[in-house]
């Protein structure tokens, strides 16, 4: 899947909704989880330069789409890369980057299917009793459940990119 967001620095916590949100789908069937397990879900995030952006005839080309592409392409087994590579045209912001988006991604990786529900609302700047209204649970629940899944890490990766200039990238 390719989208292209107005800007930059929205591109982390989007993706990291859409892994959050596909992770706390339920799968009940075991043919259904053997299948997801088999397939889940791989993300590449090119940043660089667009040269065509028609989102009317759904028509986009430019460096971060090769960069994403490739990336996704090239991504080994999820055990030694990860499920989520960030790939910027910038060479010099490449390391912390992709360092910041692998322990990311392993935290999401890891987390429980009620982890990953909190998660996503987190994500979607919800209060912790917003979303124990929404789940039903109370709010000492979802504080637990947010402790335990390392919220504290992804709210600071996010911070770390969000403040990140890419205007030159």
Same mark, same amino acid.
């Given at each position: 899947?390719?989208?292209?967001?107005?800007?930059?620095?929205?591109?982390?916590?989007?993706?990291?909704?859409?892994?959050?949100? !596909?992770?706390?789908?339920?799968?009940?069937?075991?043919?259904?989880?053997?299948?997801?397990?088999?397939?889940?879900?791989?993300?590449?995030?090119?940043?660089?330069?667009?040269?065509?952006?028609?989102?009317?005839?759904?028509?986009?080309?430019?460096?971060?789409?090769?960069?994403?592409?490739?990336?996704?392409?090239?991504?080994?087994?999820?055990?030694?890369?990860?499920?989520?590579?960030?790939?910027?045209?910038?060479?010099? @912001?490449?390391?912390?980057?992709?360092?910041?988006?692998?322990?990311?991604?392993? @935290?999401?990786?890891?987390?429980?299917?009620?982890?990953?529900?909190? !998660?996503?609302?987190?994500?979607?700047?919800?209060?912790?009793?917003?979303?124990?209204?929404?789940?039903?649970?109370?709010?000492?629940?979802?504080?637990?459940?947010?402790?335990?899944?390392?919220?504290?890490?992804?709210?600071?990766?996010?911070?770390?990119?969000?403040? @990140?200039?890419?205007?030159?990238?």
């Amino acid at each position: 899947m390719e989208c292209l967001l107005p800007s930059t620095k929205d591109g982390f916590r989007a993706a990291l909704i859409i892994k959050s949100c !596909i992770k706390s789908f339920p799968i009940s069937e075991s043919k259904k989880k053997k299948l997801f397990q088999i397939y889940g879900i791989r993300m590449a995030m090119g940043i660089g330069d667009m040269r065509i952006v028609d989102k009317e005839n759904g028509i986009m080309d430019g460096e971060a789409i090769y960069l994403s592409g490739r990336t996704l392409d090239g991504m080994g087994s999820p055990n030694k890369n990860g499920t989520f590579l960030i790939e910027p045209a910038d060479k010099q @912001l490449k390391p912390a980057l992709q360092t910041v988006g692998m322990l990311t991604d392993a @935290l999401l990786n890891n987390a429980t299917k009620r982890q990953s529900e909190v !998660i996503y609302y987190k994500l979607l700047s919800k209060s912790e009793q917003e979303i124990a209204d929404i789940l039903g649970v109370k709010q000492s629940g979802i504080n637990q459940h947010s402790t335990s899944a390392k919220w504290y890490c992804i709210e600071e990766a996010l911070s770390y990119f969000e403040q @990140l200039n890419f205007e030159n990238v």
